[in-house]
């Protein structure tokens, strides 16, 4: 056997040892799954019948994004509930969804017969604006004495009415 | 009216079961396994190997078995596992059977037995009941959590099983084999596996403890007098290990296991702490008497000296061997390993793959070792109960701590001790215990990553009651 084609296989072996390592590093990658973040948009906002093209045009109306910042001064930090069965409870406002329902899953699980299992949720805007949206629950929420029929931004310290039980936002 | 688009649902992706990468990284693995026969064959013969058929035909009916077995009974096992122990196993086969031509080595074999059998087959037998073992847990272990409930049959067994090899002779200086009629064991193999479910089943139930009733001194959670008492009854049997079975390797694996464990379960940095305090006095204390660890010792601090030389020149051999592969190897077939002789194709193993493969190779080999214990601690991350997180880390604790005691010693990094390379080594007990490890490794990761089952009926999801005004 000729010192070249040793020397070959010798290489050859190697390269291969080693593709076969990325490959496993590679398999390793593809293989990290977990969670999937998709696009939702709003579902069930009252011109749900609006096609999604137009859904999304209107996804973010340009006023909202011309004063970033604005709001941010007086942000609430807090989620109170001030009325009901968990009267007391706070929830800190670090920018993510809060859920409120009788549903296990949700932020703030409601022990309430009047309220729905996916009752409401609140989430912040892209200028960092606190906004109510009404799930489609059964007996509706309210923000102060008006029924919510959109998503609507929340003003620090107004009731939010769900079943027997009230939350604010609060500094 | 505003609508908002910073809105994101996340949820889980339907987990996929990648039985069918498995298949192709099996393939891989196995056409690793035959080129590296071939090179051997050419580089030795200049022809390729007679055997290379059958060989490849062996390599490809076990993996054929254990990835339909896994397909069948573990379908959403991890999909690296298996392949890469393949990998190693084929890879040990080759360089077993590559000392098996070695000139020297055979006149040895004939000159102090008489008669020379070769290795690789025997190995190639090993690697067939050890394929049988992996396919019986696969097939009775239906869930990791049947283990739980023999956390202290396991103790006891693993007991008499690190205790036995103090009664029967001592094979070159170490207690660590038993011998049944024609067969020889080496149970420690066997107890770590044993040692890793009782700490699990253990640790589990008592971990409240050793992580909570601690006091704050100096930045560190120092444990309550009492609750040091598992990790010294731990230390002096380690060390009772040490003293009558002078194996460094049994102890430090058992030892470093718990402590490992410990580490995990309550999240607490002080039990490292105590835990490496505790190892270096212990190994100091013995070593200042025992005659055998300190010959073992002397050996390690200075390999050339003249008292090793006579004694046993294999770790000077050995680090002869690293330094003559250099970066690229001299090529599968080509070195001169097979001059240490004793226990070349077992302990020693890594040498050969050093020299003939190099630092490059020897990377690879090493990183291939390091993805099975990645893959494992995975595995841990990923379960859902703490049983099966507490087992996954100890079994990739146990295979990771026994790498480095092999690897250290063949590298003179820490004195050398009896055990063996998992997979590339040759021997029975080494080969089956790791295989039936990796089973277990596979069933865990299989319940890790199934995806949940849909949730029962929640009682909220009860009627709401409207409002009548």
Known sequence: ?171 | MSVVTNTTTIGAIDAPSRRNTELMMMGFAIAISVFAYANVGLAIDGKLPSGMFGYGAGLILLGGVAHLVVRKFAPYADPLLLPLATLLNGLGLVLIWRLDQSQRLIQRAEYLYGEYSPDAPKQLLYSAIGVAFFVAVLVILKDHRILQRYTYISMAVALVLLILPMFFPAVNGAKIWISLGPFTIQPGEFAKILIAVFFSGYLMVKRDALALASRRFMGMYLPRGRDLGPIITIWALSILILVFETDLGTSLLFFGLFVVMLYVATERTSWIVFGLLMSAVGAVGVASFEPHVQSRVNAWLDPFAKATMEQSDQIAQSLMAFGSGGTLGTGLGQGHSDLIMFAANADFILSTVAEELGLAGMMAILLIYGLIVERGVRTALAARDPFGKLLAIGLSGAFAIQIFVVAGGVMGLIPLSGMTMPFLAYGGSSVLANWALIAILIRISDTARRPAPAPAPSPDAEMTQVVRP
């Open chain 1, 1 to 171: 056997m000729s010192e070249l084609t040793l020397t070959v296989m010798r290489l050859g072996f190697l390269a291969v040892l080693w593709l076969f390592v990325i490959v496993a590093v590679q398999v390793i990658r593809s293989d990290l799954f977990g969670t999937r973040v998709t696009q939702r948009g709003s579902r069930r906002t009252a011109n749900d019948a609006r096609p999604p093209q137009a859904r999304q045009n209107a996804a973010a109306p340009p006023q909202q994004r011309q004063q970033p910042g604005r709001q941010r001064r007086g942000a609430p930090t807090k989620l109170v509930v001030s009325e009901g069965s968990l009267t007391g409870t706070t929830v800190a406002l670090q920018g993510q969804t809060i859920t409120l329902g009788r549903a296990h899953d949700s932020t703030i699980v409601l022990d309430d017969d009047y309220a729905s299992s996916r009752h409401a949720r609140i989430y912040p805007d892209r200028d960092g604006q606190w906004i109510v949206e009404d799930l489609g629950s059964t007996n509706g929420t309210y923000l102060d004495r008006t029924r919510l029929t959109t998503p609507t931004p929340v003003p620090l310290g107004a009731p939010i009415r769900i079943g027997k039980t009230v939350i604010e936002l609060r500094k």
